[in-house]
């Protein structure tokens, strides 16, 4: 990692630091109890690259993420992208406000760039499609000593995230 990335983790990093500082502690957005019972910062749900870690279908069913994961980046100015599995997609994001720990969240149409790959990419990157179109709120809480976003769709959890490691 070059000292300008380096330099540019560390800032936010201590931005989210920062702002779980100020918050008010009841804030799920921003803290929660790590498993010692102590706060963790957690970052927000923008500005963030997040790697899918479990991903179910609408119809329930677990999808086997092998290879390289699904991943999604939220923009500060409403925009939604990254890897659904063989190809780069892109959507609109609506994030909402809530004071109950869940934030109301709905991606608008996606587009995607259009190569082939093998069946099951491609039946990753429908799952994961599927998904985006089907959320409805998310969460971010902590696993362990790594936040995690969870999507929700109204049938209940249907994405896991977590941070992915800055390259």
Do not use: H
């Not at 870690?53 to 939604?80: M, Q, Y």
């Not at 099951?120 to 790594?146: H, K, N, P, Y």
């Amino acid at each position: 990692m070059n000292l300008p990335k380096k330099l540019a983790a560390v800032a936010a990093a201590l931005s989210c630091v920062l702002a779980a500082c100020t918050a008010p502690q009841d804030s799920a957005a921003t803290t929660t109890a790590g498993s010692e019972g102590s706060a963790t910062a957690l970052p927000r749900i923008d500005a963030v690259t997040w790697r899918c870690v479990k991903l179910v279908d609408p119809s329930g069913n677990p999808v086997e993420l092998s290879g390289r994961p699904p991943t999604l980046r939220i923009s500060a100015d409403g925009k939604a992208s990254g890897f659904a599995g063989v190809n780069r997609y892109f959507a609109d994001a609506t994030v909402g406000n809530s004071s109950n720990g869940s934030l109301p969240l709905r991606f608008g149409p996606v587009g995607a760039t259009r190569m082939a790959g093998p069946p099951e990419r491609a039946a990753i990157e429908s799952a994961f499609v599927a998904m985006l179109d089907a959320v409805r709120s998310s969460r971010i809480t902590a696993s362990g000593s790594e936040p995690m976003l969870v999507m929700q769709s109204e049938k209940g959890d249907c994405a896991w995230f977590s941070p992915q490691a800055t390259e």
